[in-house]
């Protein structure tokens, strides 16, 4: 597994490199334009040539101390055509070395001048470059040393391969074969019809069997359906080839040893993450496949000890975990300058294992990268071969003869059946049945004639995204080119549209809501289970039946809302944290409750309001803030039932857990319960982190609107006046106002046509115990003007039957 922490999403290519593997004509631009109209997106061109400038390849002829500073040095340096006196500090360099040369008037990363200079009375003509002033490398002490047989006086970015073009992909998830050199370049040859060359290598293998060596078990198959594995013996650690080094570079990885460089030059080249094992530091020399005992730990890499769940996948030997699978190597058995030899793997790991465990160890490496949207099972063992050959190329040693390949669930490749007439009529296009195939043909899908204008497509191991017809009728379409396409409007059959079921009621309670000062909030479906702790709801509240994800997101989000309510709360702490004082918001949305036979759950429609902060002042003569109480929220229920013509609803004294004991309703029509409403408990208020008294309702839409007529009825003005009288009545002081409101109006008539409360009263000339309750009370008839005579009877009426049901009083008497 590469060590290599991943620093971004997308995949960089080198032009150069990619000549390698297709004849190019395409400039990169052009050939980045082409990309892109694919479907493969170029965000960025980069031209590495310009880094620095005037520093070319010289070679050192002799040296000799400085003769008044004991740690300089007078080299002589020639770069073909002239020679040059340089003086420098490093210790590393002898005569015959090859080494960068800074000549006079010479530009370095970052800016830095070079110039002619005399030092302690000798003259220095330049500088002798680290790979660090470079930037090809961190070593700042020693002199980058070149290879002997790179051309004198030549510019030294074009003679190493550094000048460059690299373009740089932004890939989508499904195109994990597109993470490599070979992957890009398969592309590039379908999109210009020229051929694929793959690099080319030579494998000696020694005498011994592998099996000598080593064997392979795989004890979690499901995790892991291939594990290969070669040793290779007598290898030498060192630094790796410069033209190696230079790619890795290029490509964002940083150059370590041979044998590390090898594995990570391999996966970019053909997209499989490798990993090399100090053979002698395996117990048993064995590998084993396995998912992570309980309590196990593995220190990666990266020096971190990292804690494993019995889920996450590892590479262990016959003791313990070497490798966390997939997606970094162990620090116990790392390839070091005393290697000798190495075990190298090439595996393939399931994409859903890996990015479990990459995502629990908060751990992306460029390995984990591909794994997780799937490697190429079948090339795993050409990447393999590869690595082994480049290995004892830049390490030397001896490849054991054969591989270690377990593969206990061999691949079987997909097939798809493409028809021309769906293909033509999905593009818009006429192409042939022999277009489509030769455009399928280049990408290396095999294609064979099942029925005329029908092919049959076997999908290759490098290519998991291709899973129905339509995948590859876009695959004709890239290479079609989109460009190429006709445009066309649709077609289709007008139908009329059948709205949702209560959206004009839904509509005139917002319009209510927003007419009362409200701000329409949208609150996530998903909640946590212990915002329900926070709501003092009991263990058996309905509202903890609710619906649980098997793979949430997070904890915060693991849960199915079976209440808007934690949703507002949470808006109100959020917006009051941030200084926002005047908080009224409304929801509608729906909360989910499971339904033992059905396979979804019952949703229900549900409308929220909730009042919180200081209201503003609207003009600055207001001497003070008028604070908001029960009333505020119980007048936002009663502007939307008016809206919806809902009359006969009742407010009834209740408990509900999250609501101040005193200060709770449950509405009512009927006998039905509808919501409730009231003010937030104060536990609920401190746990949801709010100072500031909060007031709320949550309604059952559907209950609400229930047999309530959405005709607007026309009702004509008055033709005749009306008549007004006030009662005040003293009553227990126990006794609900809207009981004597529903006394009144049962005992008003048909001429009394408004009750309206206005004045509560307890003090001074009410008896204790007592209250004074005040109603103005509205007489009319439709048919003429009442007389005194007619309202005082109905109003004598009123008071009898007040006294009859509630021993009340008229205030004064």
């Known amino acids: 597994m590469s060590q ?20 190019l004509e395409l400039s990169p631009s052009t050939l980045a334009d082409r990309l892109t109209m694919a479907g493969l997106e170029v965000k960025h061109i980069e031209e590495t040539q310009g880094r620095f400038s005037g520093v070319v390849v010289g070679k050192i002829e002799s040296i000799r101390q400085h003769p008044q500073a004991d740690k300089l040095s007078l080299c002589q340096v020639t770069t073909g055509t002239s020679r040059l006196s340089i003086l420098c500090g490093a210790t590393n360099i002898a005569a015959g070395h090859v080494v960068p040369v800074a000549l006079p008037g010479a530009r370095l990363p970052g800016g830095r001048l070079i110039q002619q200079a005399t030092i302690r009375g000798e003259v220095s003509e330049g500088m002798l470059c680290s790979p660090q002033e470079l930037e090809l490398g961190e070593d700042a002490d020693g002199i980058m040393l070149l290879p002997a047989d790179l051309p004198l006086g030549k510019d030294l970015g074009e003679a190493i391969g550094l000048w460059d073009t690299i373009l740089e992909l932004d890939l989508t998830p499904n195109r994990p074969d597109c993470l490599s050199m070979l992957g890009v370049a398969r592309e590039v040859a379908a999109l210009t019809g020229q051929p694929l060359r793959l690099p080319p290598f030579t494998l000696s293998e020694g005498e011994k069997g592998v099996e000598e060596y080593t064997s392979v078990s795989i004890e979690a198959p499901d995790h892991c359906p291939r594990y290969a594995a070669r040793v290779i013996t007598g290898i030498t650690l060192r630094p790796s080839p410069l033209w190696m080094q230079i790619r890795l570079l290029l490509l964002g990885l940083r150059p370590i040893n041979n044998v590390v460089d090898v594995t990570n030059y391999v996966m970019m080249e053909l997209g499989q993450p490798l990993h090399a094992f100090d053979y002698e530091r395996l117990e048993e020399h064995r590998i084993v496949v396995r998912l992570a005992r309980p309590g196990e730990h593995c220190t990666t890499l990266d020096g971190v000890e990292r804690s494993l769940t019995p889920s996450m996948l590892v590479i262990a030997d016959a003791q313990r975990a070497v490798a966390v699978a997939g997606v970094m190597g162990g620090l116990d058995t790392e390839v070091t300058p005393e290697t000798r030899h190495v075990l190298l793997e090439s595996a393939y790991f399931s994409p859903l294992s890996i990015r479990r465990t990459a995502k629990a160890l908060d751990l992306h490496t460029e390995a984990s990268h591909r794994f997780e949207r799937g490697a190429d099972i079948e090339g795993s063992i050409r990447a393999l071969d590869r690595a082994a050959a480049l290995i004892q190329q830049v390490a030397g040693g001896v490849i054991a003869r054969g591989r270690a390949d377990c593969y206990p669930r061999p691949f079987s490749p997909r097939r798809l059946t493409l028809r021309v007439s769906r293909t033509n009529r999905v593009l818009g296009t006429r192409l042939t049945g022999s277009q489509i195939a030769s455009y399928l043909q280049r990408l290396h899908l095999p294609v064979t004639e099942e029925a005329p204008e029908t092919y049959q497509v076997t999908v290759p191991s490098f290519r998991p995204d291709l899973e129905r017809e339509i995948d590859l009728i876009e695959e004709v379409a890239r290479l079609h080119g989109y460009e190429q396409i006709d445009s066309s409007l649709p077609q289709g059959a007008m139908t009329l549209a059948h709205p949702e079921k209560g959206r004009d009621q839904i509509a005139r309670a917002k319009e209510a809501l927003t007419a009362c000062g409200f701000y329409e909030v949208i609150t996530y479906s998903f909640i946590n289970p212990q915002a329900l702790d926070r709501l003092r709801c009991p263990a058996d509240d309905p509202l903890r039946q609710g619906l649980r994800l098997r793979n949430p997101l997070s904890k915060e989000a693991s849960m199915m809302r079976t209440t808007l309510i934690p949703g507002l709360l949470e808006t109100v702490s959020y917006n009051l944290k941030r200084e926002q004082q005047d908080l009224a918001f409304f929801e509608y949305g729906r909360v989910f409750f499971p339904q033992a036979e059905a396979a979804l759950p019952r949703e229900v429609p549900r409308l929220a309001a909730i009042l919180s902060g200081k209201p503003r002042k609207f003009h600055w003569s207001q001497k003070e803030e008028a604070a908001r109480s029960f009333y505020d929220i119980k007048g936002a229920v009663e502007a939307v039932c008016e809206k919806l013509g809902i009359d006969e609803v009742e407010y009834v004294p209740t408990t509900v857990p999250y609501l101040h004991p005193y200060q709770a309703a449950t509405l009512r029509r009927g006998g039905e319960e509808l919501g409730i409403l009231g003010a937030v408990h ?32 026309f009702q004509p003005l008055p033709r005749f006046p009306s008549l007004y009288r006030d009662i005040a009545v003293v009553v227990e002081h126990r006794l609900p106002a809207d009981e004597l409101r529903k006394a009144i109006i049962a005992a008003g008539g048909p001429f009394l046509r408004a009750v309206s409360l206005f004045d509560v009263y307890t003090g001074p000339g009410v008896p204790a115990g007592k209250k004074s309750v005040a109603f103005s009370l509205v007489f009319r008839a439709d048919d003429r003007t009442l007389t005194d005579e007619e309202v005082n009877r ?20």
């Open 4 to 23: 290599a922490i991943l620093t971004g999403e997308g995949m960089k290519i080198s032009y150069r490199w990619l000549q390698e593997f297709v004849s």
């Open 682 to 713: 104060p536990d609920v208020l401190t746990a949801f982190d709010i100072p500031e008294p909060t007031w709320l309702f949550e309604l059952d839409f559907e209950k609400l609107c229930a047999g309530v007529s959405t005709v607007s009825r």
């Open 794 to 813: 109905v109003y004598a009426d009123i008071v009898t039957h007040l006294h009859q049901a509630f021993h009340a009083t008229l205030r004064g008497e």
